[in-house]
């Protein structure tokens, strides 16, 4: 019989991942079949998410502000970007054995519901904590490899590591001197064969189950892959390619970065009609400003609807802002 749980969690709210609905049923790990209880109160509130969005879009907004940063470091020969990927992340995270025990209702299909419910031994995609979770899981499995985390950033981890067989370390390198560790040594001295450098780099910075991986020394980056898997699955997807909506272009050659939004600039032209619209120089010509004054002045009464498409668009442009900006290429290499 079930015990005394916080609440039971109707399976329709939390098992609504649809690519992963299926492994966090099969999966034995996330619960365990119990008999059901008439007395026991169904309830919903745990998977309430109005805090995941805002927890999304500051973990975004922290992880554009350190890409722009570490990005500067591929200017550097040798250095690259690896992206990696985790399976169904939020089920990896464990349920702390110390709160009270967490039920679900089985899933459609699955036991009959007026008998069994499922106790859960894991997150699940659409419970409130599961990002907390899966981020200590994370966070511990990166700590325990020797990567630390910067006070400034709890999305960012680094790990210097000493490459020279011979050359003492008069400085413990760091983010403040990371240029001074890039050294060469030569090919007989490496510690890691395929970097270059004196010290081996690896920082990752992470936005929920996607990383980026800024290394010089791709050997240390697979320790790391091989150190997760050990906890949870972890796919490496090659040189980073697309991230968080914004496409990177690197030339190995000269180390130039460039990063642009075309794709999510023609959704929203698509979006509010504006696919046909002729494009205007930056900064916007000096006769805009009479438009602007014009669309500036009060209106008599508020459409709530347009008001909700205006501010839709202005947090479009910010996205936008907050990512890429127009320049001169040449310029930022």
């Known amino acids: 019989m079930l015990g005394s749980p916080t609440m039971i969690i109707p399976a329709s709210k939390c098992i609504s991942h649809e690519k992963s609905m299926d492994i966090q049923i099969q999966d034995k790990r996330t619960w365990e079949t119990k008999i059901s209880q008439p007395s026991i109160e169904i309830c919903s509130q745990r998977l309430l998410s109005s805090t995941r969005s805002a927890l999304l879009r500051e973990l975004r907004s922290s992880c554009l502000l350190h890409n722009v940063t570490f990005f500067a470091l591929t200017s550097i020969p040798n250095f690259q970007v690896l992206q990696n990927d985790v399976s169904v992340a939020f089920i990896q995270s464990k349920l702390d054995s110390n709160n009270l025990p967490v039920y679900c209702e089985c899933a459609e299909g699955y036991e009959d519901r007026r008998k069994y419910g499922y106790r859960l031994h894991r997150h699940l995609y659409g419970m409130k904590d599961s990002p907390r979770g899966w981020g200590q899981l994370f966070a511990s499995v990166c700590t325990d490899f020797g990567l630390t985390r910067p006070t400034s950033d709890k999305c960012v981890f680094v790990n210097l590591v000493n ?19 890039t050294a060469l040594v030569s090919g007989n001295d490496r510690i890691y064969s395929d970097c270059p450098h004196a010290t081996a780099i690896l920082i990752i910075a992470s936005y929920v189950d996607d990383n980026l991986a800024f290394t010089n020394c791709a050997a240390l980056a697979a320790e790391l892959k091989e150190h997760c898997n050990v906890k949870f699955p972890m796919n490496a997807e090659g040189p ?65 609807k347009l008001i909700k498409e205006y501010q839709a668009l202005v947090g479009s442009f910010l996205y936008l802002q907050v990512h890429t900006f127009p320049g001169n290429p040449g310029q930022y290499q």
């Open 163 to 181: 490459n020279s067989k011979t050359r003492i370390q008069d400085v413990q390198p760091n983010l403040a001197n990371i240029f001074e560790a």
């Open 240 to 304: 980073v390619n697309w991230y968080l909506s914004v496409k990177y272009d690197r030339n190995p050659t000269t180390g130039a970065v460039s990063a642009h939004q075309h794709l999510y600039i023609d959704k929203l032209l698509k979006k509010w009609g504006m696919k046909q619209c002729n494009p205007l120089p930056t900064p916007f010509p000096q006769k805009a400003d009479d438009i602007i004054k014009e669309l500036a002045k009060p209106v008599a009464s508020h459409d709530e």
